[in-house]
């Protein structure tokens, strides 16, 4: 028996360290250990409840935009708008919300995970006239290998051909994250931590040079999606199709649902969104969201017992770094009792399964290509294709929302804060299934708790000892070099893990800066 | 981010092959772009990015800092830019940006408070550990923007030691204390910059 520990997970947000012990080169056990503390909900007791919305939006670098509604949501049915958000403002938060998407999925998949499965050093041997591959190669000439290091080595399987024009997208990837950026800030004011959603809708207005601004951008996204991304991925799926059968998991999905296609409904489980609420299992079988089923469990991590099997609107974040038995800082959250894994796949899979007919479209013409039956979704693939798609989903669906939009018309509606008061705001974020809830009393945030996409893939074991969804997901795996466990790596990042509020400290090491002191 | 100060001087843009001096004010050599720009308005372009974590008490100190700044500065040719924990914070950056100063907390040890001023030239970022986007932001920014062949003329990093990193809004006294001076060690140097780069005027 042995054990590795890869720490931290590089290519992710935030610091991740995964323990797995082997057996004749079988995963028999894993502990995926989220290493930093998230203290939001500490900071923000006591506090104006309008305040949740700006402050949320900095616990994360990557998915403030997320924060941003999920927050934004929460106040509007503590302050009773649920249902009167108007519709201009609505749509616009569907798309900045949609624009995150957009930009953070196409990072996600260029920039931290492509580099598991494409060989960037195979651009030493370029010899065309694409200036960024020749900064590209100039890079590995001079030893340069960061970004694209480090690595475990043993597996690329594309050809040279195709692993150089995967490079030349990785670039172009830049370019439009950059793009997705800017579509963002059209209707979100900045970005990172937009600053348009705010309770009662957005205050931003509708004008027409803005949707017009918009729209090219979106369509050279949406051009970007089919020609470069869908493809790129396909590509990879097609040379490295085991792990359709890779990193299976728990095999429970969970979604919050997101873009909201109707305001008139104040009950967030089950108003008409682009992407479905719901839960669904490996046997495909839907089941409707209950927000009542979930609770966080802390045996295994760094809180105090006490505070255990808590519903979050009556969540408690009471830390006790080294408690016996713990190793991790994040909680863990269950649904029904049982571990639920959350992410794009699993709002893609509940949409599938219950119809939806673009979707259902999507999802069959990438199985009936690979032979796969929807089952083959539950794997590092599945996560990949489903995130490639619900990306496509919902860009070939905002210039509809972007001529929804009605120029004349308010985004805004006013409102009075609520002496005391209950809120629930649930979306799903980039990486999934994202929760947060408030208590009011006197006008002042009286308790906030958030449980985040992350919280769900990667926490720890429960009371009763049943390991987390990427846990579970390593559990079983194949390790061909325990040198090079790339396995594992894949795995993680098809998770999309995020674990960031990273500290942004500047620490020079080795020489003092002490010379360029100034004052 | 960690960043290595090394004995030699690195300098990540070579791949950008960004101009290593500011085009002589008169003469053919003159990146034609770049004329038309300066002539049309006159002024460099100054990008001012705030970075860290407002939740983290003296981490967030570049936060604070470009927030105040935006309500004194209103020069036209400064965009004062909040990037909190952004991972590719660059990216935010406008692509015809003469001057780039970044203000971030610096811990080297010193006393809380402590104020630096240095260049990527001073600080090696290749020898630190690639962490995370967020971790090595700085450092892949650079590279990223190379590899768009994006330049970036000259930049400039302010920083400050801070003295507490914990959840929290407010700053330390000992770095509360030295805004007001950085404030102006910033002023300083947009004004040293359109004083340098200021041409056709």
Request: aromatic letters at 8%.
């Amino acid at each position: 028996m042995s054990k590795i520990i890869v720490d931290p997970i590089t290519r992710i947000e935030g610091h991740l360290k995964i323990e797995v012990t082997t057996e004749n080169g079988v995963v028999k056990d894993a502990h995926s250990s989220g290493m930093m503390f998230r203290g939001i909900e500490l900071i923000l007791k006591g506090r104006d409840p309008r305040d949740a919305q700006r402050y949320v939006q900095r616990i994360c670098g990557v998915c403030p935009t997320s924060h941003s509604i999920a927050a934004t949501l929460n106040l509007d049915s503590a302050f009773g708008l649920a249902d009167k958000i108007p519709d201009n403002g609505r749509i616009i938060r569907n798309l900045i919300l949609g624009a995150a998407h957009i930009a953070d999925h196409i990072l996600h998949f260029y920039h931290l995970a492509a580099l598991d499965y494409v060989d960037v050093t195979k651009v030493a041997g370029y010899n065309g006239n694409d200036p960024a591959l020749n900064s590209v190669k100039e890079f590995i000439k001079r030893g340069e290998l960061a970004p694209f290091v480090p690595r475990y080595e043993g597996d690329y399987r594309l050809s040279d051909q195709i692993n150089i024009e995967a490079t030349a997208h990785y670039v172009k990837a830049l370019e439009m994250r950059r793009k997705g950026q800017e579509m963002l800030t059209i209707f979100g004011g900045k970005m990172p931590h937009n600053m348009a959603v705010v309770p009662g809708g957005v205050t931003s207005t509708v004008t027409v040079d803005k949707i017009a601004s918009f729209l090219w951008r979106l369509n050279e996204l949406r051009d970007f999606i089919d020609s470069v991304y869908i493809p790129d991925v396909l590509a990879v799926a097609e040379v490295y199709s085991d792990y359709f059968e890779i990193g299976v998991g728990c095999g429970n999905l969970l979604s919050y649902g997101l873009w909201d296609l109707e305001g008139g409904n104040p009950d967030y489980t089950n108003r008409k969104r682009l992407v479905k609420q719901g839960t669904i299992s490996t046997d495909l079988k839907l089941g409707a969201l209950d927000p009542n089923k979930i609770m966080e469990y802390v045996k295994h991590s760094w809180y105090a017992d006490s505070s255990t099997g808590k519903h979050p609107s009556h969540g408690i974040t009471e830390p006790q770094y080294g408690k016996k038995g713990a190793y991790s800082w994040s909680k863990a959250p269950r649904y029904d009792g049982k571990v639920y894994e959350v992410g794009p796949l699993a709002g893609m899979a509940v949409t599938y399964a219950s119809g939806e007919p673009t979707v259902k479209n999507l999802i069959d013409s990438v199985l009936s290509r690979f032979k796969a039956s929807p089952k083959a979704l539950f794997s590092v693939l599945g996560r990949h294709a489903a995130r490639a798609l619900i990306t496509k989903y919902v860009a070939d669906s905002m210039p509809g929302w972007l001529l929804q939009l009605k120029p004349s018309e308010p985004a805004y509606i006013d409102y009075e804060i609520p002496n005391e008061a209950m809120g629930m705001g649930l979306v799903d974020g980039a990486r999934g299934a994202l929760g947060h809830w408030i208590e009011i009393k006197d006008k002042k945030i009286a308790n906030y708790q958030c449980v985040v996409p992350s919280t769900w893939n990667l926490c720890p074991r429960d009371d009763k000892g049943q390991p987390g969804p990427v846990e579970q997901a390593l559990i079983g795996t194949k390790i061909k070099d325990e040198n090079n466990p790339f396995e594992l790596g894949r795995i993680v990042r098809s998770f999309d893990p995020c674990l960031a509020c990273a500290i942004h400290v500047i620490t020079p090491k080795g020489r003092t800066l002490g010379i360029y002191k100034v004052g | 981010m960690e960043y290595t100060k090394s004995a030699k001087t690195v300098c990540h843009s070579e791949g950008a092959k960004r101009p290593k001096t500011r085009p002589e004010r008169s003469g053919g050599t003159r990146d034609p772009s770049l004329l038309l720009r300066v002539t049309s308005e006159g002024s460099p372009r100054i990008t001012v990015l705030g970075i860290g974590n407002l939740l983290l008490k003296d981490e967030g100190v570049g936060v604070h800092l470009v927030q105040k700044l935006a309500s004194i500065v209103s020069d036209a040719n400064v965009n004062i830019i909040d990037a909190g924990t952004y991972p590719d914070f660059l990216s935010l950056v406008d692509d015809s940006t003469d001057k780039l100063i970044i203000i971030d907390a610096v811990k080297t040890g010193d006393k809380p408070g402590t104020i630096y001023r240095f260049s990527f030239d001073d600080v090696d970022l290749d020898s630190a550990p690639p962490i995370s986007l967020h971790d090595i932001g700085v450092s892949h920014s650079l590279k990223m923007m190379a590899l768009l062949n994006r330049q970036l003329k000259s930049t400039v990093v302010i920083g400050i030691e801070p003295k507490t990193i914990d959840f929290g809004l407010e700053l330390s006294p000992e770095v509360e204390g030295k805004l007001s001076e950085i404030v102006k060690l910033v002023l300083q140097e947009i004004e040293e910059t359109n004083r340098a780069m200021e041409v056709n005027k």
